[in-house]
């Protein structure tokens, strides 16, 4: 299975090198380095408070990162000429708290980006927005407003908003995390089609089920850097870190595992 | 180009004479609250006897007047600082006033009446003795009087002021004062109003109304005033004003009269002006 | 002539002031929404040194009653311009800016009351900053700021009263208080018709406040979305 999975990847598509960032005395990032390549799913675990979604954030710049550099394929996203709203435009971004436009329906909130950054035509928006609804099972609340959808649908419209404008990868910090348990599992569902169908993203999750089915690789980090980095297998059945099998193993009892299928 | 110029100088000259030809106006601020000096007329025109010497004195001097209702509290003011021009509003002479602006010379010596309930039993004398509440108009000669006569003398009155007079007689018939102490024309129209009301007496103070002007008069219309104003206790006029505004006929009576004398102040007619208004505010 | 006549013929003055109170409460709205909606984004998104001066504006302003402002403006502006300036303009510039010290503090609290994470999903798109505010911040503020602003509303409509101490200029009170005298001296009714037509006044500003607030509260319907209802209603 491993194996097979390393075959079906692409080349690096993102490159992460030796990100700092430190929030006054807090240094949460201590020189983070990872690869990224096309097609694959990273899951990103650790215990909370450890830089998870500061890496995230740092990746696309929503935080400014103090120190090291990222490249998205050959552009340099740190480099100070880049202009970060076109690099942007080419990451997703799904947020724990799913963050979708209050005053805007489903439909809206999903071709808002295609019409305000990509400047499409509205027909087409809307279309391609319809689309990625669908996709990803609620076309039938296009009209809906977020104060009317349940956090799992909320979640989902958050994705459709991000695939909607043909990510070249999609960065999810801790997508379930603010969902009750019965919700989550519609949401792992459309992530592992996605992971299925070969979008590359980097997930932050707490779902070990998620992890071990569809992760290609798995980074553990705490206290600011990364630990260790390998494929499921390796990091569940001989982690190479004593750190990395007691998380994992506690994570284990207190969440079980969902995987959502 | 020197022709050019002689034409231009030529046409400025020219300008500059028909400038001049056409009277000047002169805005005069007045606080329209108060008959029978001046108020709004139902029809919206600003009369009354302070307003018509004024428009008469104008005619008779060959100047035009813009009136314009103005809040008490700023007519000094604005007068003193030249935005308007003259002041006509039953304004005392007083020193203090002498330091902001110029007064012509008086034109009205004024009395306050003292009125109180009819049923009352009050005289003049009970009516301003110890322990009574006296209602007057704020920074007017009645509120001046009873304060430096009566307060500052020693006599325990209790004074209570009003940014308008009707607010204070309306106190009176509501009992929270037991006297209101105004200028004689106003007491009068206000008692001939409501038969609940009297007037115990009158207090001679013999204040003196004049109109006034920016401090130096810039533009020398105090001896315009004077002499306007002379010119018109001369005349038949000055009789006719005060038996129009001064002789108790009700307002809405003067406003009547007012009306239709109009046509004279239109034709510049000083004496048949004030003759058709006294006509008509004593006509039966 | 009967009480009700003598009433009604002094009613109708005030009508004829109507439009001067309407002409200063019209422009001082649109003076405060201006300045107040600049003051606002100065204060939301602002440098440190801008945003201190907004304050002091805002501070100088909500300090000082409305009357004084009114004095200090018209006999302030027009010997500093050295030219003549309308009474009703004075009257709507010290009360708009008066206004604009509240409607900013309206303003921005809307701002912020939108969550930082709208902002960051914006961005997350590739909107720039000022896209984000004007298709994703501005929205949901405006929405917000409708309740507060119609509170605003209210208390300007009867600072409209305060004009009346510019000379020539003839709103809804000074025309009633203009009527006051007369009024009370028409035989035999004396001062029985002064509280009737106070209470009239009285009225014409209250169909002044709740009329706009009726406006205001059509143009919360139309604008309503799920989500975004008035504090005090239940949600859905």
């Known amino acids: 299975m491993p194996a097979e999975r390393e075959s079906r990847l692409g080349d690096v598509i993102l490159r992460v090198e030796d990100l700092h960032k430190r929030y006054g005395k807090d240094e949460v990032l201590k020189g983070v380095t990872f690869e990224l390549r096309r097609g694959e799913t990273k899951v990103v675990i650790g215990p909370s408070g450890t830089g998870k979604s500061t890496l995230l954030r740092c990746i696309n710049q929503l935080s400014v990162p103090d120190k090291g550099r990222v490249w998205l394929e050959d552009v340099e996203i740190t480099h100070a000429r880049t202009n970060i709203n076109h690099v942007r435009a080419q990451i997703g971004f799904v947020f724990q708290d799913f963050n979708l436009f209050n005053h805007l329906n489903a439909l809206q909130n999903v071709s808002i980006g295609l019409l305000k950054v990509r400047k499409m035509p509205k027909e087409a928006a809307l279309a391609r927005a319809s689309e990625e609804l669908a996709r990803v099972g609620l076309a039938e609340k296009a009209c809906s407003y977020p104060a009317e959808l349940s956090g799992g649908q909320k979640q989902r419209v958050s994705i459709a908003r991000a695939l909607a404008m043909d990510p070249k990868l999609i960065l999810f910090d801790e997508p379930t995390s603010a969902l009750d348990p019965e919700l989550i599992g519609e949401v792992l569902e459309v992530m592992i089609q996605l992971a299925r169908g070969g979008m590359t993203m980097i997930v932050v999750s707490h779902e070990m089920g998620f992890a071990r089915a569809v992760a290609d690789r798995i980074i553990f980090m705490e206290g600011g850097g990364i630990l260790e980095e390998g494929t499921p297998a390796e990091l569940f059945t001989c982690p190479r870190c004593e750190r990395t099998g007691q998380f994992l193993r506690k994570i284990t009892e207190l969440y079980g595992e969902t995987d959502g299928q | ?284 | 002539m009967t009480a009700t006549e003598i009433l009604w013929q002094n009613v109708r003055p005030l009508f004829d002031a109507l439009p001067v109170t309407l002409e200063v409460l019209g422009l001082l709205l649109v003076v405060g929404l201006t300045l107040g909606t600049v003051l606002a984004f100065a204060q939301a998104y602002g440098r440190r040194p801008l945003r201190a001066l907004c304050v002091g504006y805002e501070q100088l302003f909500r300090g000082i009653p409305p009357l004084v402002v009114i004095l200090l403006f018209w006999n302030g502006i027009t010997p500093a311009l050295g030219v003549p300036v309308p009474g009703i303009v004075v009257a709507a510039l010290a009360l708009g800016m008066r206004s604009a010290a509240y409607q900013s503090q309206i303003f921005r609290g809307a701002i912020q009351a939108v969550p930082p994470g709208q902002m960051m999903a914006a961005r997350s798109l590739g909107m720039s900053r000022i896209q984000a505010i004007r298709s994703v911040i501005v929205p949901q503020a405006f929405r917000l700021a409708i309740p507060p602003w119609a509170n605003e509303y209210s208390s300007v409509v009867k600072d409209t009263a305060f004009i009346c101490v510019i000379g020539g200029l003839i709103d809804l009170t000074r025309q009633a208080l203009m009527k006051l005298a007369p009024l009370s001296m028409r035989r035999p009714i004396g001062t029985q018709l002064i509280l009737p037509y106070l209470i009239i006044l009285g009225l014409f500003y209250l169909a002044l406040t709740y009329g706009g607030n009726g406006l205001l509260s059509l143009l919360e319907r139309r604008l309503s979305i799920p989500g975004f209802e008035m504090k005090g209603k239940v949600e859905r």
């Not at chain 2, 009369?47 to 008490?72: C, H, K, P, Q, T």
């Not at chain 2, 005289?123 to 003795?129: E, G, H, K, Q, R």
């Not at chain 2, 001369?234 to 038996?243: H, R």
């Open chain 2, 1 to 284: 180009m020197k022709k050019f110029l002689l034409v231009l100088g030529l046409l400025a000259v020219v300008g500059l004479a028909a400038v001049s030809a056409a009277a000047t106006t002169y805005k005069v601020a007045s606080d329209t609250t108060w008959p029978p000096f001046e108020w709004q007329a139902g029809g919206g025109q600003l009369i009354g006897f302070d307003l018509d010497v004024m428009r008469l004195i104008a005619i008779l001097e060959g100047y035009d007047v813009n009136i314009i209702s103005y809040s008490w509290d700023i007519i000094f003011i604005d007068v003193g600082n030249g935005r308007v021009d003259i002041g006509a509003s039953g304004a005392t002479i007083t020193a203090e006033r002498e330091a902001v602006v110029d007064f012509s010379a008086p034109y009205w010596t004024s009395n306050q009446a003292v009125i109180v309930m009819a049923d009352s039993d009050l005289n003049i004398a009970s009516a301003l003795s110890a322990g009574k509440k006296i209602g007057a108009q704020v920074g007017t000669t009645g509120a001046k009087w009873v304060q430096e006569q009566l307060i500052d003398k020693g006599v325990d009155v209790e004074l209570v002021e009003y940014t308008l007079y009707p607010l204070a007689v309306l106190d009176l018939v509501n009992g929270n004062v037991d006297a209101v102490v105004q200028d004689e024309p106003a007491s009068r129209a206000s008692v001939a109003a409501d038969a609940r009301l009297s007037i115990v007496g009158v207090i001679e103070t013999g204040e003196q109304f004049g109109f006034f002007v920016t401090n130096g008069d810039p533009n020398g219309l105090l001896p315009k005033i004077n002499d306007g104003l002379q010119k018109l206790k001369a005349s038949t006029a000055w009789a006719d004003l005060i038996t129009a505004y001064m002789g108790g006929a009700e307002l809405t009576k003067i406003e009547a009269a007012w009306v239709a004398a109009a046509p004279f102040l239109a034709a510049k007619d000083v004496t048949g002006f004030a003759h058709a208004l006294a006509a008509g505010a004593t006509a039966p």
